[in-house]
């Protein structure tokens, strides 16, 4: 089931917009593709499959998708077993398998579990090496995950690897609760196995431009940044977080805009209702969320192409 209507949206929201500047697409490539187009395949929430031919990058990805409590975001077709924040995490290995083969590297904003807690199997399966902060590590190493595969990180690093660089920075979490958030804790050991959803903290946050052989990619995994530490990055793809927590910030839009230089491609990310299992409708999401973004996006940087992604719907860029 697939129950997305992005064009037809947009469409009616944005026929006196400049309509050309917003690409709503699935599944195509944005010009010819030539040699080794980047391909960036969208997992929900901050989830991420980024590939170009020469290396596969999975960014926090969440893919079990949990039906989280019982409050609003929780859909009445969903018949899956509800899932509490004092219960343990248990990823769902069928999906993963189903949608993650070979990955090379896995790059981890925070700990919270929409982020962090199905790499644990992915990183077992694939043995992919994972950039994250001690915290995210120590969950890892809770899970067996051996050192060799993990790069501890806390912002500042800036690493070559083979067909692939990132830098790594430092960043801050949404301001959750209405800008009543702050949670300092970290694993600074390795906690005991499983963890319950809870206990998926948050770890401190960061953001990665991933350099690609033909494109820097500047990743956000909340809706939040210190734009200090992104003053003179010029990203040609960022992908922006947006949801509802970057509303109470100073002008969110315009300063992430301008200190990432207007990035040629901005792509949402973590805007969708991530307690509901793929192909469930994100219509409200939609339209609460991303088209007042792209609206604005408009305003500020015309010359900026904003694409929005369907569910493991797949963006080629040349
Ligand atoms: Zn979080």
């Known amino acids: 089931m697939s129950t997305f209507l992005y064009s037809k949206i ?11 500047s917003i690409l709503f697409f699935l599944n195509t490539s944005i010009a010819n593709a030539q040699n080794e187009p980047i391909q960036l395949k969208y997992l929900g929430t901050a989830g991420w499959q980024i590939n170009d031919g020469k290396i596969s990058v999975l960014i926090d990805p969440y893919i079990s998708r949990v039906k989280l409590g019982n409050g609003p975001g929780i859909s009445p077709d969903d018949n899956r077993q509800t ?9 769902d290995t069928v999906s993963i398998d ?27 399966k694939t043995g992919a090496k994972v950039i994250g902060t001690e915290t995210t590590c120590n969950i890892l190493r809770a899970y ?15 690493y070559q690897f083979e067909n692939f660089a990132v830098k790594v920075i430092p960043s801050i979490h949404s301001a959750l609760n209405d800008k009543h958030y702050l ?9 005991e196995a499983p963890l319950r959803v809870s206990e998926f903290i948050e770890g401190g946050s960061l953001m990665f431009l991933a350099r690609f052989a033909k494109h820097e990619v500047l990743t956000m995994g909340s809706m939040n940044f210190v734009e200090r530490e ?27 805009l301008a200190v990432t230089n207007n990035p040629k491609w901005i792509i949402p990310t973590h805007w969708d209702n991530f307690r509901l299992p793929y192909g469930f409708s994100q219509q409200d999401a939609v339209e609460q969320k991303l088209l007042p973004f792209v609206e604005d996006v408009i305003k500020l940087s015309p010359k900026t192409k904003v694409l929005i992604p369907k569910h493991l719907g797949t963006l080629t860029i040349d």
């Open 10 to 20: 947009s469409f009616i929201r944005f026929h006196f917009l400049a309509l050309a």
């Open 83 to 91: 899932v509490k924040r004092s219960d343990y995490f248990v990823s």
């Open 98 to 124: 189903s949608l993650v083969q070979k990955t090379d590297f896995i790059l981890v904003h925070h700990s919270h579990f929409d982020h962090l807690s199905d790499v644990p199997y992915i990183a077992k």
């Open 144 to 158: 067996g995950i051996p050192d060799e595969q993990l790069y501890p990180v806390k912002g500042g690093e800036d």
């Open 183 to 191: 949670d300092s804790r970290t694993y600074t050991e390795v906690p």
């Open 230 to 256: 992104l003053v003179g990055l010029k990203p040609d793809i960022l992908l922006a977080g947006v949801n509802r927590s970057q509303l109470g910030l100073y002008k969110y839009n315009e300063r992430l």
